[in-house]
């Protein structure tokens, strides 16, 4: 039995859990019997318990083809190329089926907003519906092989899709656009968007995880942080832990800033996770053999939220004990944010052979396995560090100089700090007499003699022969002239062994810092002042320079915003993607989205003679290019239909050739020939991805 979960409730349904989807309320469940439920959040029971389909051919116990919102129930049936849609309301009733596919459905998701819904089939299709009347806008560039899942990111823009051949698309909504094609080594079972959807967490079959940067389109980081086949997960509201679940019924939460695993804990069900959801501080698991566990996360009386604030690390570690998935909660951050002090003074605790008070300051932190990783390493090596620290208590500092020149990691001890400010003292000292006069060498050089045969000789000699050089150096920073003093230290590398140069090193880490924050804020004027500033500083000249161009870029899309020159903004969004995540940007966005819903109605009424007169100067606007282009089509296939109904006089192998050659010889335009008998047009056309004509804007395609 799990002891240190707090399970509230379990439900035992027939078949495997599928799908597990949250709404402002409730959670809507989906199984493999294709039956669907609500779980009323705030009594924690089932409501609505709905058997939609009866068959007998069940899809497999981690099919991903079922799904929900907070309106609608979506399911496929096995050996059927049709979608069900089911409408939530006081009951769950099927109300319509979308006939799209031409092979079995694969794989279904609800945009979180809920206003689309995407599905992906056995041949590689994926198709996008609205919700409100569930047509079918666009479908993504065909897939070489069955889709195994589809995803939404957090704002509804962007769509991933991953493909049984390792292959994987993202794809933005908002422009109709493919944004980024990647390829992993294994199928990925699942992925999703955070950190403002500039980047993918992505879990894969063979064990592995991966960070996918979006915008550059690049893999940051693989890791290997399971044991058994992950199935599926969910990311937390903070966007930094993902709880992931596995074939073998192991929870695994990982860091996903570091995509690293903080721990694991395997479940008392062993059947297997199939379903996994996050919501109002409660875990729901579903599993293979039709259980439904439900976790609560939620601080009673705010016992774990205090002892973290007041830094009480014993009692939020007893808690968490108790109740593991408080590390979910904000607050827990503590456990990260304080863990490199208590790691340096455990290391001090070691280099003193005070082993267990080490233990003791540590223990609490030690659930994180790589911080237990951490500590353990250094107290292996604690006869080392008593060694080290042992030589500094008895000045013997050549040979402690020596050892962190054998053994790194004594530089990022406190000893060593220790170490480095005894050589300062000295070396301020010394300094300070040969500025009284200089014939206090002999007393400067017997305040430096322990460090004669260390690294630090070179810097000694120089203060003995070229003190000018430290004064110098000194005047610079008085001056605040940091240009020329960098341009010092890196001519006389020996001036990086000094205290100053410490000091000035963190007075440049805290001025990025605030440079940072009045970005964040924005606060462009004080921005600026310190970015200036932090020109001088070459460790920070390259990225403060970055951030400049970044705020600048800002700054000028907000002042064509107020201009409104449409073109002007569109195209500065295009080149700084940055730009397109600004709440300004999204809310000038607004007027494209009210034109395109007028749009696209025309569109289906197969008008594409008023698409011009309402898309207007956005038709000259590259950013909406691709989503224009989309409504185009849908025009010219309703207008097609149209003209079917109608009887008039078409010369339908040109006006069919006219089609194929701008878009290809796609699923629409078959499907059309198809239907009507207009097969034979279609013999020698080009395929869907063959050679196309460049999309202009036209009335009509018909002849």
């Not at 994180?368 to 500094?392: C, G, P, Q």
């Not at 000295?426 to 040969?434: D, E, Q, R, V």
């Not at 109904?645 to 339908?652: A, G």
Request: net charge neutral; with cysteine; aromatic share 14%.
């Amino acid at each position: 039995m799990n002891k240190n979960i707090n399970i509230l409730n379990k439900f035992n349904l027939k078949g495997s859990i599928l799908s597990i989807n949250k709404t402002n309320d409730s959670i809507v469940v989906v199984t493999q019997n294709y039956q669907a439920f609500r779980i009323d959040i705030k009594n924690i029971q089932i409501k609505n318990l709905t058997t939609l389909i009866n068959s007998k051919y069940l899809p497999h116990k981690y099919a991903k083809n079922s799904s929900a919102s907070d309106k609608f129930v979506c399911l496929a049936e096995v050996n059927s190329k049709i979608i069900s849609i089911a409408k939530i309301t006081e009951s769950i009733n099927l109300f319509l089926k979308l006939k799209s596919h031409k092979s079995d459905i694969s794989a279904s998701c609800f945009s979180k907003d809920g206003n689309y819904l995407a599905s992906g089939g056995e041949d590689g299709r994926v198709h996008l519906y609205e919700t409100n009347n569930f047509r079918k806008i666009l479908s993504l560039p065909y897939r070489p092989d069955y889709i195994s899942s589809l995803n939404f990111s957090k704002d509804s823009r962007f769509l991933f899709a991953s493909c049984f051949n390792k292959s994987n698309i993202i794809f933005d909504t908002q422009r109709a656009k493919t944004i980024g094609i990647f390829n992993t080594n294994e199928v990925v079972e699942w992925g999703d968007f955070f950190d403002n959807n500039s980047k993918l967490f992505v879990i894969l079959r063979n064990l592995n995880a991966i960070i996918y940067d979006t915008r550059a389109n690049q893999v940051l980081n693989i890791s290997s942080p399971f044991t058994s086949w992950p199935s599926i997960f969910c990311i937390n509201d903070e966007e930094n832990t993902a709880i992931v679940g596995s074939r073998d019924s192991t929870i695994y939460i990982i860091n996903i800033e570091k995509n690293i695993k903080i721990f694991s804990l395997k479940l008392e069900n062993s059947t297997g996770i199939s379903a996994l959801c996050l919501h109002l501080g409660y875990i729901f698991i579903g599993y293979t053999n039709g259980e439904l566990a439900i976790i609560s996360y939620n601080d009673k009386d705010d016992e774990f939220k205090t002892a973290c604030e007041n830094k009480d690390y014993k009692t939020a570690a007893n808690l968490l004990d108790k109740n593991i998935f408080l590390s979910l909660l904000p607050c827990s951050k503590i456990f990260d944010e304080d863990w490199d002090k208590i790691l340096k003074d455990a290391i001090e605790l070691l280099g003193q052979n005070k082993i267990d008070e080490a233990l003791e300051i540590v223990e609490p932190f030690t659930k994180d396995i790589s911080k237990k990783e951490a500590f353990n390493f250094y107290l292996n090596k604690k006869d080392v560090l008593k060694k080290f620290r042992e030589l500094i208590d008895n000045r013997f500092y050549e040979e402690a100089y020596n050892m962190t020149l054998q053994t790194k990691f004594l530089t990022k001890t406190s000893h060593f700090e220790i170490l480095e400010n005894i050589w300062y003292k000295s070396f301020n000292t010394a300094k300070k007499l040969l500025e009284e006069d200089s014939a206090n060498v002999d007393i400067a050089k017997k305040h430096l003699e322990l460090f004669l045969k260390t690294p630090k000789k070179e810097a000694i000699m120089q203060l003995l022969n070229n003190l000018h050089i430290f004064r110098d150096a000194e005047n610079f920073v008085k001056e605040q002239k940091f240009k020329e003093y960098f341009a010092l230290t890196s001519n006389f590398g020996y001036l990086k062994d000094t205290e100053l140069y410490k000091k000035v090193l963190l007075l440049g880490e805290n001025l990025f810092e605030k440079a940072m924050f009045y970005e964040n804020k924005n606060e462009y004027d004080e921005f600026h002042k310190i970015a200036k500033f932090l020109q001088s500083f070459p460790q920070y000249k390259e990225s403060i320079t970055t951030c400049m161009v970044a705020v600048a870029k800002k700054i000028e899309i907000l002042n064509l915003i107020k201009q409104n020159k449409k073109y002007d903004v569109y195209k500065l969004a295009m080149e700084f993607e940055e730009l397109q995540y600004l709440d300004e940007f999204k809310a000038y966005c607004e007027e494209f989205n009210e034109i395109y819903q007028q749009a696209r109605e025309m569109a289906f009424k197969g008008m594409p003679e008023a698409l011009e007169g309402i898309f207007k100067d956005y038709i000259q606007i590259n950013y909406w290019f691709d989503k224009i282009e989309h409504t185009f089509k849908i025009a010219y296939l309703e207008e097609f239909n149209n003209k079917i109904k109608s009887q008039d006089k078409v010369n339908w192998e040109l006006s069919i050739k006219h089609y194929i050659n701008i878009f290809g010889k796609d699923d629409d335009i078959v499907g059309f020939c198809v239907q009507n008998n207009f097969k034979k047009l279609l013999e020698g056309e080009n395929d869907e991805n063959d050679f196309r004509e460049p999309f202009r804007f036209q009335k009509t395609l018909i002849q």
